[in-house]
């Protein structure tokens, strides 16, 4: 009996013992989950503030356009296109808003050369968030604060005065 018990013990020993190994080798090779996603994100930040650079303009002109028009939201089809998300369903932005929004929206809207792609635009009582993309449930983009300091739902990096990269890792880490 008592041999029987040492050999299960110790088994059970050398299990745990190989997957803190397992475990320790993932973490110092930087391949874990978490490593993973935090250096994926950083890639995808480098990415906007790139985009940012790349199209600042208008960036600056539809975000000085829409500042008021809080709760708007609007998404991009594939080509670019914009929507307005009202809730329920989504509406050419050409129905919606004026000519002059229209193109400041094209503007920022689809790819950039470098490989930023504006989704998204949001209008909240803070901020216009400029959706880059998301990476699992985590989200990154480019944030115009209206006050600096009043966006709290995001960890931001500061590009310019009211200008930041906005993001939010993925909280299943």
């Not at 906007?48 to 960036?59: E, I, R, S, T």
């Not at 369903?89 to 000519?99: G, K, M, N």
């Amino acid at each position: 009996m008592k041999t029987t018990t040492k050999a299960v013990l110790t088994v059970l020993v050398v299990i745990a013992a190989g997957l803190l190994f397992w475990r320790g080798v993932h973490v110092a090779m930087g391949t874990d989950r978490k490593t993973v996603a935090y250096e994926t994100m950083q890639d995808l930040m480098i990415e906007a503030k790139n985009g940012f650079m790349d199209n600042f303009d208008a960036l600056q002109d539809c975000a000085y356009l829409l500042y008021d028009d809080v709760g708007l939201s609007v998404v991009a089809a594939r080509d670019g296109t914009p929507y307005v998300d009202n809730g329920t369903e989504r509406v050419p932005a050409a129905e919606v808003l004026s000519p002059e929004k229209l193109a400041a929206l094209e503007a920022v809207m689809g790819d950039y050369e470098s490989g930023t792609r504006v989704s998204s635009v949001e209008i909240t009582e803070d901020a216009v968030l400029f959706c880059c993309g998301y990476y699992a449930d985590g989200v990154y983009g480019i944030i115009y604060e209206k006050e600096l300091g009043n966006t709290t739902r995001y960890e931001t990096i500061e590009l310019t005065e009211n200008w930041r990269i906005y993001y939010r890792l993925p909280e299943t880490l």
